[in-house]
């Protein structure tokens, strides 16, 4: 059975940082795309950051510059490192994997 959980999320104030977590059974995140989506209030949910199996990376403008998605082959997780956070931050944040599998989400609230 896969599982996807995330971990990491809490209440900032705004400038400060967070480090997601996303730990997988099932699966190794070492052969799949991984990606970081987030969710708004009202909002649909949209793509944060991915990593490919080869470890190529991409990132939303939104978060270009400020965010990094790094993976831990031996942990068996992928993490999302969140610096210089803005109030348009807040959301959930999910892990996907590949196309099929997402986490349950982990709550981020920044504050300004």
């Known amino acids: 059975q896969v599982q996807l959980v995330e971990s990491g999320g809490g209440l900032v104030q705004a400038g400060g940082s967070l480090k997601l977590s996303c730990a997988a059974s099932g699966i190794m995140v070492s052969v799949r795309s991984m990606n970081w989506y987030r969710q708004a209030p009202g909002k649909q949910r949209e793509l944060v950051a991915g990593i490919t199996s080869s470890g190529n990376t991409n990132y939303s403008d939104a978060v270009k510059g400020r965010f990094t998605i790094s993976r831990d082959n031996a942990k068996n997780t992928v993490y999302l490192q969140m610096n210089s956070l803005k109030p348009e931050d807040t959301g959930v944040y999910y892990c996907?994997?590949?196309?099929?599998?997402w986490g349950q989400g982990t709550q981020v609230t920044v504050s300004s």
């Open positions: 996907r994997a590949s196309v099929t599998y």
